[in-house]
């Protein structure tokens, strides 16, 4: 570790604290954030997304959800007439700027915009009702650490939503020079990790495949939709 960045936002203390390889993680999302909702199949992805999840769990407007990785909000948008309040998690400043920027302009008043980085900061235990996250797992190279941090802030028997890409080549992070996370994850490696970790899985689907230009032509990267229950 090499530093820590605390700041005031909406009222709230706002921490991070860096790690070399993390730095320049949050470098590539901190240059995305301000055009990130300009993509119409990143919208559309949180679309599906939230539609699977509202399909396979029962919500309820007395629920705490947490979104990890959260970015501009895009899946908490998607979900938030749907819980009594929304905590959204990034350590990338410019995506929680633009976050903060939209809550503000329509005045949202359930969401809870955090900067943070969970593999280094507690959240308190036994909170929420759902934790879900899309597209922010494979970020992270300690998934054991970051499940028993899952774990410890899920009330019990909560939900774990985790929305990534299956298993892939490599290319998908070619344009990304700094990706030192998964390549997409195996099904039944993943099911394993999490089972060490204290959660059961309820439910795999492979709910749309995200389209990329790789050398020229167009390839399919298949994203999943795993729905877990703390155990
Ligand atoms: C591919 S983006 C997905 C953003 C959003 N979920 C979406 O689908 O639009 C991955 C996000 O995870 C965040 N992230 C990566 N590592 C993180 C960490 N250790 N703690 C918090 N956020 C992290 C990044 O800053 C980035 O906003």
Redesign the pocket.
């Known amino acids: 570790m090499v530093g820590a960045i605390c700041k005031k936002q909406n009222g709230r203390r706002q921490e991070r604290i860096i790690s070399k390889p993390?730095k320049k993680?949050?470098q590539h999302?901190d240059e995305r954030a301000q055009n990130?909702d300009d993509d119409p199949k990143?919208v559309k992805?949180?679309i599906i997304i939230a539609d699977q999840i509202k399909a396979s769990i029962k919500l309820s407007t007395s629920m705490k959800a947490l979104?990890?990785?959260?970015?501009?909000g895009?899946?908490s948008y998607q979900l938030k007439d749907l819980f009594k309040s929304i905590t959204l998690?990034?350590?990338?400043e410019e995506?929680i700027n633009v976050l903060n920027e939209k809550i503000k302009n329509e005045g949202i008043e359930h969401f809870d915009p955090v900067l943070?980085?969970?593999?280094y900061n507690d959240l308190a235990q036994n909170d929420f009702d759902v934790v879900y996250?899309?597209?922010?797992l494979h970020?992270?190279l300690d998934l054991n650490k970051?499940l028993k941090t899952f774990h410890s802030v899920l009330k019990s028997d909560g939900f774990l939503c985790i929305a990534d890409l299956v298993q892939e080549d490599g290319s998908f992070h070619d344009e990304h020079l700094n990706f030192e996370g998964h390549n997409g994850f195996d099904k039944s490696e993943l099911r394993s990790i999490l089972s060490n970790n204290g959660f059961k899985m309820l439910s795999y689907q492979i709910c749309l495949d995200i389209e990329k230009e790789v050398n020229d032509s167009i390839k399919n990267y298949p994203l999943f939709l795993m729905v877990c229950k703390k155990e």
């Open positions: 993390l993680d949050m999302f990130w990143k992805r949180a979104e990890f990785g959260c970015g501009t895009l899946l998690i990034d350590n990338s995506m943070i980085d969970l593999l996250t899309l597209m922010s970020h992270i970051i």
